[in-house]
């Protein structure tokens, strides 16, 4: 079994990288540091090209007290060198983000096994996506267009505006066509027709909050997780407590969650949160997917994070596995 594992993370993460149980890799870093593998963390500006092999500095994390921590000296590697990468920075999907992940094309993938493949990450926006199954998508439209918006959002009367390479619900604007400032919001978000956004028809059960459905490899996972609106606010907005309920997957969830893990595992897409409102996927999230561990042991009573892991490993196993016999058969 590869037991040398190297975490690409936020700037913010590795800043509050201690006592972080918030966030999904702090959970991620810490079964695999209590299963004796050799976890390494970095940040996606310590990635670089050198002789045309891909390079990393990067710092090695140790378990000390049930708590995560890493060491403050940076050590050189070649990605190469580690038996698996995670790649989950934050978006934004920007130009750095961009260059992140063109560095991982000098990476040999039957030398290290990449989750999720940054080259697909590039090629996969989170909500333009959706319309690769769009019999599981709200109706929509994607352009930079204020017209072409226009019409649709008076088409539908209530629509959602979306930025296409943010997160958290950065930049999201509930539209109502009877809004006396839509067209100056479209005309701002849109960069007066320069930029696309994704818009789509609103979900009346959207007031109950989104479902996030949990994947890793094909399996999707029989927990989930509410995520409620804010106070004031139309969306998911707070990681707060008061904020999140118990759910549950219908069968019509699982059988789409399903079809896309299926499709999207073979592009190299192991690890992805959906977001779904009334068996209907807003979101795709394959970039740094939440797994709300913590949430879920709450109102789960369960250790959510063991579950988790034995799937991991199991998905590097089978892969690593299936390299083994590619190789042999060349």
Same mark, same amino acid.
């Given at each position: ?18 006592f972080? =149980? ?9 079964? #695999? ?20 092999k ?10 000390? =007290? ?36 063109y ?32 019999? #599981? ?46 067209l ?5 978000m849109?960069?007066?027709?320069k ?28 927990e ?16 707060n407590?008061?904020?999140?309920? =118990? ?31 009334n068996?209907?996927?807003i ?8 797994? #709300? ?11 959510f ?5 034995a799937?991991l ?5 089978n ?12």
């Amino acid at each position: 079994m590869p037991k040398s594992i190297l975490f690409i993370i936020d700037e913010l993460e590795l800043k509050y990288f201690e006592f972080n =149980d918030l966030v999904t890799n702090f959970w991620f870093i810490k079964e #695999f540091l209590k299963r004796d593998y050799k976890v390494s963390v970095a940040v996606k500006g310590n990635l670089f090209i050198e002789n045309a092999k891909a390079w990393v500095l990067s710092y090695n994390s140790f378990l000390k =007290d049930e708590n995560i921590f890493y060491e403050k000296e940076l050590t050189k590697n070649m990605v190469n060198d580690f038996d698996v990468v995670f790649f989950r920075p934050d978006p934004p999907v920007d130009i750095e983000y961009i260059n992140a992940c063109y560095v991982f094309d000098y990476v040999d993938r039957r030398k290290t096994l990449l989750i999720n493949d940054p080259s697909e990450i590039k090629n996969f926006n989170e909500k333009l996506h959706v319309n690769y199954f769009p019999e #599981f998508a709200p109706e929509n439209i994607v352009t930079a267009s204020p017209e072409l918006i226009l019409k649709f959002a008076e088409k539908n009367h209530e629509t959602i505006l979306k930025p296409l390479n943010r997160c958290f619900g950065s930049g999201v604007y509930y539209l109502n066509s009877e809004d006396k400032n839509l067209l100056t919001i479209i005309n701002s978000m849109t960069q007066e027709g320069k930029t696309p956004v994704m818009v789509q028809k609103y979900i009346p059960e959207a007031k109950y909050g989104d479902k996030r459905v949990l994947i890793i490899g094909r399996t999707v996972l029989e927990e989930c997780i509410q995520k409620l609106p804010g106070d004031h606010n139309f969306k998911f907005s707070i990681h707060n407590d008061k904020y999140f309920q =118990d759910s549950y997957l219908t069968q019509n969830e699982k059988l789409m969650a399903e079809k896309i893990a299926s499709q999207l595992s073979e592009r190299g897409l192991y690890l992805i949160g959906l977001d779904v409102i009334n068996e209907k996927v807003i979101e795709i999230n394959v970039t740094s997917p939440c797994y #709300f561990i913590r949430e879920i042991n709450q109102h789960y009573g369960i250790h959510f994070e063991e579950k988790i892991m034995a799937h991991l490993e199991k998905l590097i196993s089978n892969r690593y596995a299936q390299e083994r016999l590619y190789a042999v058969n060349r």
